[in-house]
């Protein structure tokens, strides 16, 4: 029963609806699901909004740790992602579009890391030490891949996994957008192995600081969204994978609330 005072971050009622149908079912046998798999949710979202430790959690949780082992299953089954998927599809079609896309933009960010985090590295181009977050959206700036590296590892490489990890799932995609960290043989390498054509947008010569470049501001704009979830002001977690899934709960959380569910 959703009865104490809601927080920011939780969702509403519309909004959990829209997802409680998506989550995975309590596994048969044992005890019954007696724990409130909304209020579940709504632990996690108030940890990546707030950015704080699992067991600094309001007391009017579930107990951190039965949030946590909720939190961490979803991430080793692939939850996150997959329900962030059905729902973007779904916001697609709501906007006149086709559920996935035929182009998108692709761009990575550095950001440092935590002493908690492993699996990190130097990007001696951006000076920071951390891991990079690459990302894939539409023309709308909705995520439809995202990946968590190395700092270390190029975009031209970084990209390449990412794009491997997606085309599955986009089966329409054949141009996109990029930077010129992807130019040369990345561009050759998406042609011949999945058909799809790369456009790098460069800075007009001369331009002197920031400027809004055509298609690339959309996946910058991405990035920004990112900017009111406290946990992702650095890459805190551990494993690369647990950075994913946060990034598809945060743009999952932002899509509800424009998708008809406010």
């Known amino acids: 029963m959703f009865t104490r005072k809601p927080y920011s971050t939780d969702l509403s009622t519309l909004q959990w609806n829209k997802i409680r149908r998506l989550l995975p079912p309590a596994k048969p046998g044992g005890r019954p699901r007696s724990v409130c798999l909304r209020e579940v949710v709504n632990a996690i979202l108030y940890r990546l909004g707030n950015g704080c430790k699992w067991e600094d959690l309001p007391h009017d949780f579930p107990p951190n740790q039965t949030v946590y082992e909720y939190y961490n299953a979803w991430v080793k089954d692939g939850t996150w992602e997959r329900v962030h998927r059905l729902i973007a599809e779904r916001y697609r079609r709501e906007i006149g579009r086709v559920k996935t896309p035929s182009a ?120 920004a969204w990112f900017n009111p979830y406290r946990l992702l002001d650095k890459e805190h977690e551990t494993r690369p994978e647990a950075s994913e899934a946060d990034m598809y709960a945060a743009s999952l959380h932002r899509l509800l609330r424009f998708s008809g569910a406010t």
């Open 104 to 223: 998108g933009v692709i761009d990575s960010q550095s950001v440092k890391s935590a002493n908690t985090a492993r699996k990190t590295g130097y990007d001696a181009g951006k000076k920071v030490k951390g891991r990079k977050r690459h990302i894939l959206t539409d023309t709308q700036g909705i995520p439809q891949k995202v990946k968590a590296h190395r700092a270390d590892i190029q975009d031209r490489d970084g990209g390449k996994v990412l794009l491997k990890e997606a085309i599955p799932y986009l089966p329409r995609l054949e141009h996109l957008w990029a930077d010129g960290a992807y130019a040369g043989q990345f561009v050759e390498w998406a042609k011949q192995q999945l058909h799809c054509t790369v456009e790098v947008v460069k800075k007009l010569a001369g331009t002197v600081g920031f400027s809004v470049l055509p298609r690339r501001w959309v996946v910058e704009r991405t990035f």
